[in-house]
Protein backbone atom coordinates (compact mmCIF):
# COMPACT_ATOMS: atom_id res chain seq x y z
CA UNK A 1 0.00 0.00 0.00
CA UNK A 2 0.97 3.59 -1.03
CA UNK A 3 0.21 7.25 0.71
CA UNK A 4 0.87 10.47 -0.79
CA UNK A 5 0.22 13.01 1.57
CA UNK A 6 0.12 16.47 0.49
CA UNK A 7 0.37 19.98 3.13
CA UNK A 8 1.14 23.20 2.74
CA UNK A 9 -2.02 24.46 1.11
CA UNK A 10 -3.83 27.65 2.26
CA UNK A 11 -4.81 31.38 1.77
CA UNK A 12 -2.17 33.39 -0.12
CA UNK A 13 -2.85 37.14 -1.55
CA UNK A 14 -1.61 37.41 -5.12
CA UNK A 15 1.94 37.91 -5.93
CA UNK A 16 3.04 35.72 -2.71
CA UNK A 17 4.84 32.49 -2.76
CA UNK A 18 3.81 29.34 -0.89
CA UNK A 19 5.43 25.57 -0.56
CA UNK A 20 3.93 22.47 -0.93
CA UNK A 21 5.01 19.06 -0.42
CA UNK A 22 3.69 15.50 -0.69
CA UNK A 23 5.07 13.11 1.39
CA UNK A 24 4.95 9.18 0.18
CA UNK A 25 5.13 6.06 2.22
CA UNK A 26 4.13 2.43 2.21
CA UNK A 27 5.55 -0.79 3.18
CA UNK A 28 6.12 -1.62 -0.73
CA UNK A 29 6.71 1.37 -2.22
CA UNK A 30 10.36 2.56 -3.31
CA UNK A 31 10.10 6.50 -4.33
CA UNK A 32 13.33 6.68 -5.50
CA UNK A 33 12.17 4.68 -8.56
CA UNK A 34 8.88 6.64 -9.33
CA UNK A 35 8.17 9.74 -11.34
CA UNK A 36 6.83 12.38 -9.51
CA UNK A 37 4.55 15.51 -10.42
CA UNK A 38 1.55 17.79 -9.61
CA UNK A 39 -1.84 18.48 -10.94
CA UNK A 40 -4.40 20.58 -10.30
CA UNK A 41 -8.12 21.38 -10.48
CA UNK A 42 -9.68 24.80 -10.26
CA UNK A 43 -13.27 24.96 -9.62
CA UNK A 44 -15.28 24.33 -12.80
CA UNK A 45 -12.38 22.84 -14.47
CA UNK A 46 -10.93 19.69 -15.15
CA UNK A 47 -7.70 18.59 -13.35
CA UNK A 48 -4.69 19.77 -15.66
CA UNK A 49 -1.13 19.04 -15.49
CA UNK A 50 1.41 21.32 -13.27
CA UNK A 51 4.57 20.11 -13.00
CA UNK A 52 6.60 16.86 -13.08
CA UNK A 53 10.32 15.72 -12.21
CA UNK A 54 11.85 12.05 -13.32
CA UNK A 55 13.34 10.14 -10.62
CA UNK A 56 16.57 11.56 -10.29
CA UNK A 57 15.63 14.57 -10.38
CA UNK A 58 17.48 15.31 -13.86
CA UNK A 59 14.26 16.06 -16.03
CA UNK A 60 12.09 18.30 -15.50
CA UNK A 61 8.70 19.73 -16.87
CA UNK A 62 6.34 22.49 -16.21
CA UNK A 63 3.16 23.50 -17.66
CA UNK A 64 3.20 26.88 -19.65
CA UNK A 65 1.20 28.61 -17.15
CA UNK A 66 3.55 27.87 -14.17
CA UNK A 67 6.95 27.94 -16.39
CA UNK A 68 9.61 30.17 -14.89
CA UNK A 69 6.75 30.92 -11.14
CA UNK A 70 6.93 27.31 -9.76
CA UNK A 71 9.77 25.22 -8.95
CA UNK A 72 9.94 21.06 -8.66
CA UNK A 73 11.80 19.28 -6.41
CA UNK A 74 12.44 16.13 -4.85
CA UNK A 75 14.32 14.41 -1.63
CA UNK A 76 14.67 10.62 -2.40
CA UNK A 77 16.01 10.39 1.05
CA UNK A 78 13.07 11.75 2.80
CA UNK A 79 10.70 10.20 0.51
CA UNK A 80 9.22 14.03 -0.46
CA UNK A 81 8.70 15.86 -3.29
CA UNK A 82 7.64 19.57 -3.18
CA UNK A 83 6.71 22.62 -5.57
CA UNK A 84 7.52 26.13 -4.46
CA UNK A 85 5.09 28.36 -5.93
CA UNK A 86 5.94 31.80 -6.31
CA UNK A 87 4.41 34.95 -8.10
CA UNK A 88 0.86 33.60 -7.28
CA UNK A 89 -2.33 34.56 -9.16
CA UNK A 90 -5.87 34.14 -8.65
CA UNK A 91 -5.70 31.66 -11.30
CA UNK A 92 -3.76 29.34 -9.84
CA UNK A 93 -6.68 28.99 -7.19
CA UNK A 94 -7.14 25.06 -7.47
CA UNK A 95 -6.51 21.98 -5.41
CA UNK A 96 -3.27 20.74 -5.80
CA UNK A 97 -3.03 16.81 -5.93
CA UNK A 98 0.86 15.08 -6.20
CA UNK A 99 1.35 11.95 -8.60
CA UNK A 100 3.51 9.11 -8.66
CA UNK A 101 3.88 6.93 -12.00
CA UNK A 102 6.12 3.80 -12.01
CA UNK A 103 6.99 4.58 -16.07
CA UNK A 104 6.16 8.42 -16.40
CA UNK A 105 4.07 11.32 -15.33
CA UNK A 106 2.30 12.12 -18.69
CA UNK A 107 0.34 15.41 -18.78
CA UNK A 108 -2.76 13.66 -19.08
CA UNK A 109 -2.05 11.86 -16.04
CA UNK A 110 -2.48 8.25 -17.95
CA UNK A 111 -0.02 6.68 -16.35
CA UNK A 112 -0.31 7.67 -12.57
CA UNK A 113 -0.53 4.99 -10.30
CA UNK A 114 -0.74 6.83 -6.77
CA UNK A 115 -2.70 10.00 -6.30
CA UNK A 116 -2.75 11.90 -3.03
CA UNK A 117 -5.93 13.61 -1.73
CA UNK A 118 -5.35 17.04 -2.55
CA UNK A 119 -4.81 20.33 -0.57
CA UNK A 120 -6.36 23.78 -1.47
CA UNK A 121 -4.85 26.46 -2.86
CA UNK A 122 -6.30 29.90 -2.60
CA UNK A 123 -4.93 32.85 -4.27
CA UNK A 124 -7.21 36.12 -3.23
CA UNK A 125 -6.96 39.64 -2.20
Known amino acids: QVQLVESGGGLVQPGGSLRLSCAASGRTFTFSTYAMGWFRQAPGKVRGFVAR????????YYADSVRGRFIISRDNAKNTVNLEMNSLKPEDTAVYYC????????????????WGKGTLVTVSP
Open 99 to 114: AAAKVAVTTDASGIDY
Open 53 to 60: ISWSGGTI
